[in-house]
């Protein structure tokens, strides 16, 4: 059975930084397509950053390019989210998941293509 932790959101002033952590059992991050969605109040879920199993390709929206940095941990089976320069309009639920198709086109990653889900953690910042 596979089980998508996610931990580290929280409260943070615009400006700040978050690390977001998210662990899995019952699967390998290295295997898939992996990374971070997002979904705020009122809106649909958009990916924020995916690297491909192998690491050698990565999607960052353009919306969070240059503030957000997206790694993995192959021994510990855990990928980060590093948010900086936060943002109000970054405000959402982020979610982990992984998927076995890497189809970063115009529209970037969709959660369609996105077999195995966490619980998602809160990110909210403050202006």
């Known amino acids: 059975q596979v089980q998508v932790v996610e931990s580290g959101g929280g409260l943070v002033q615009a400006g700040g930084s978050l690390r977001l952590s998210c662990t899995a059992s019952?699967?390998?991050?290295?295997?898939?397509?992996a990374g971070w969605f997002r979904q705020a109040p009122g809106k649909e879920r958009e990916a924020v950053s995916i690297?491909?199993?192998?690491?050698?390709?990565?999607y960052y929206a353009d919306s969070v390019k240059g503030r957000f940095t997206i790694s993995r941990d192959n021994a510990k089976n855990t990928l980060y989210l590093q948010l900086n320069s936060l943002k109000p309009e970054d405000t959402a639920m982020y979610y982990c998941?992984?998927?076995?198709?890497?189809?970063?086109?115009?529209?970037?990653?969709?959660?369609?293509?996105?077999?195995?889900w966490g619980q998602g953690t809160q990110v909210t910042v403050s202006s």
């Open positions: 019952g699967l390998t991050f290295d295997d898939y397509a």
């Open positions: 998941a992984a998927g076995n198709i890497w189809r970063p086109g115009v529209a970037g990653p969709q959660p369609a293509d996105f077999n195995y």
């Open positions: 690297i491909r199993w192998s690491g050698v390709s990565t």
